[in-house]
């Protein structure tokens, strides 16, 4: 089994659809998700989201890459440009990329429905190459 982290900023919305898209869609593959300032709770529309996509698991939370530094990742995404310049520091080598997604926390659902769409076409296409 592949392992996947995807990170972002607040650990609130991007990073949390992409790990829970990823764990939905692509066989052989884990993801999980943190934030380099994670809020400590997902966004009320992301989990709505995932709740229609009938990709929503009471186990995503917002949290710190400390809660999952242990795990030998074999490839580390991140999804927000601040996440991007903040990855260097990720302290063990593995495979990194970047696919940045427009924040969509304070927007109206619809932003969170578009972003869903736009990662399932490019996001994860992007992560079963790379793995």
Do not use: Q
């Not at 260097?88 to 593995?94: D, E, H, M, R, W």
């Not at 659902?109 to 490019?122: A, G, I, R, S």
């Amino acid at each position: 089994m592949k392992k996947v982290l995807v990170m972002c900023t607040g650990n609130s919305c991007r990073s949390i659809i992409g790990e829970a898209l990823i764990n939905k869609y692509l066989d052989g593959v884990k993801a999980y998700s943190a934030g380099t300032k994670p809020v400590g709770k997902v966004n009320e529309n992301a989990k709505k989201v995932l709740i229609k996509e009938n990709a929503w698991n009471d186990n995503y939370h917002s949290k710190n890459l400390d809660e999952i530094i242990d795990i030998d990742f074999d490839l580390v995404v991140t999804v927000c440009d601040n996440a991007k310049e903040s990855c260097p520091i990720f302290p063990k080598p593995v495979n990194k990329r970047h696919i940045g997604y427009v924040d969509p926390a304070g927007k109206e659902y619809k932003e969170f429905e578009n972003l869903v769409e736009k990662m399932k076409k490019e996001f994860l296409p992007m992560i079963k190459e790379l793995i």
